[in-house]
């Protein structure tokens, strides 16, 4: 954690414990009485005036800079303390709005989650795949951080003014950050890969294909990279949560700066995935009322990117920040945000079924249209997937006659244009998730047999 500047920009009320309660004088540090005495000798105010002591910025920055640098954190800490309570600052708590935050954000994930599992193993002929497991991971993931924000951070002073916060108390929540961070790194990248392997599933062009496993493995190692460093970022690790006062032996890196990167780096990632789908579905022959439809679905992603990036602006405040406590409660309520609504995202797909089942003129695609088609003036297709062509002309029919020895048989063969249909809307193998139908590739002939 980065040094603390012991937050004493109103030290200067000390001048009033010491005026109004003679017995506090004991419990302030020497060091802080020194710059106490030379500070107030050298101001406009009067020992005995609260009013001005209080309002004096001036005054109170010369304090500061003076206790900095003749006490300890711990001592500063102390200082801040009973100068605060002496001066009737109000004593700020938002801890019970984080933990509210939390669990509803929680709650309302895992039924998107449950919705989406039941949909595909109740409603639906559709197989779960590894987009399915992945995101199941994901929100597996998150539940210890919300029985830790709950249970753990916020009893030990999230929500609160560190100098409020006993010294050991102070401790444990530096501990609970460090499970939290990396926790944090694992979620993100479950995510991640979770709508990665959705866009494997729907998307066969083999270029596309090869650019999204790029992206897997890129991912894959972004996530492990970042949880392993955020482990191992302090030697000893303990390093981490016992170093807030700077009074033990060890050494960190700069955990402002593993921060930094791995949201830029997230954010990246958050803007390829989505630009990549949206490339892929307005080149696909659809109607542009049904390229807005889906549009919109990957849409809903840029509000994760935009989460992430008022996360980012807040881990660059924390990185100035003289009350952590206090000020990582933006973190948490951005992260928790941010890891939520993409968890939600990924479940859109399964979403959307439902809401396409509901309304199937607005949201349907054409599928609903050659069905249609298909049941008034007999299909045309003949094939779907991988290398499918589709068949230009008259529909082809068989008719196969039970044939005896007076019977004259002839065989026909008819011309069938192929055409390549990664450009279809049919070319997506998945595309039935966007409907919750399994689709099942019709018998293709090219030749009929007539008897007579």
């Not at 709005?97 to 599992?117: D, G, M, P, Q």
């Not at 032996?249 to 700069?254: E, I, S």
Request: aromatic share 10%.
């Amino acid at each position: 954690m980065r040094p603390l500047s012991l937050l004493l920009h109103v030290l200067a009320y000390i001048a009033i414990a010491t005026a109004n309660d003679s017995q506090s004088m004991p419990s302030i540090p020497a060091c802080a009485r020194s710059c106490l005495t030379t500070s107030i000798a050298a101001s406009s105010c009067a020992t005995t005036d609260q009013a001005c002591i209080c309002k004096d910025a001036q005054l109170q920055s010369n304090i500061e800079e003076c206790v900095i640098r003749s006490c300890t954190l711990r001592q500063g800490l102390s200082v801040k303390n009973i100068t605060s309570t002496a001066c009737g600052a109000p004593l700020r708590i938002k801890g019970n709005e984080i933990r509210v935050s939390n669990i509803v954000l929680f709650v309302i994930t895992a039924a998107c989650v449950l919705l989406r599992l039941a949909h595909k193993g109740v409603f639906s002929t559709s197989e779960l795949g590894w987009d399915d497991f992945i995101i199941v991971a994901a929100l597996l993931s998150g539940l210890p951080s919300v029985i830790i924000l709950d249970r753990g951070a916020i009893p030990s002073g999230l929500g609160r003014d560190v100098w409020t916060v006993p010294f050991d108390h102070i401790t444990s929540f530096v501990h609970f950050v460090f499970t939290l961070e990396v926790l944090y790194f694992l979620q993100a990248a479950l995510i991640k890969l979770s709508l990665l392997a959705f866009l494997l599933r729907i998307f066969p062009k083999p270029s596309t294909r090869r650019i999204l496993w790029a992206t897997v493995a890129f991912t894959i190692a972004w996530g492990l990279a970042f949880i392993l460093v955020g482990i191992f970022q302090c030697r000893p690790i303990s390093f981490f949560w016992t170093s807030w006062d700077h009074e033990g032996p060890g050494t960190c890196m700069n955990t402002n700066l593993l921060n930094w990167t791995n949201a830029i780096i997230g954010i990246a990632i958050d803007i390829w995935m989505l630009a990549l789908p949206l490339y892929e579905v307005f080149r696909i022959q659809l109607s542009w009322r049904k390229k807005f439809s889906v549009a919109v679905m990957f849409f809903v992603g840029t509000f994760v990117t935009v989460v992430s990036g008022f996360r980012l602006k807040s881990l660059v405040h924390f990185a100035t920040s003289h009350n952590p406590t206090w000020d990582s409660t933006d973190i948490i309520w951005w992260s928790n945000i941010e890891q939520n609504v993409g968890i939600i995202c990924a479940c859109m797909p399964a979403l959307r079924i439902m809401l396409v089942r509901m309304f199937p003129n607005m949201l349907g695609s054409r599928r609903e249209t050659t069905q249609r088609y298909d049941s008034r003036y007999g299909s045309r297709r003949i094939g779907y997937g991988r290398g499918a062509s589709a068949l230009s002309g008259p529909s082809i029919q068989e008719i196969v006659v039970p044939k005896d020895i007076h019977t004259i048989t002839f065989t026909k063969t008819f011309d069938v244009q192929h055409q390549n249909v990664y450009g279809d809307e049919r070319a997506l193998f998945e595309m039935n998730v966007f409907h919750g139908e399994r689709t099942t590739p019709a018998r293709s002939s090219n030749t009929s047999e007539l008897s007579l």
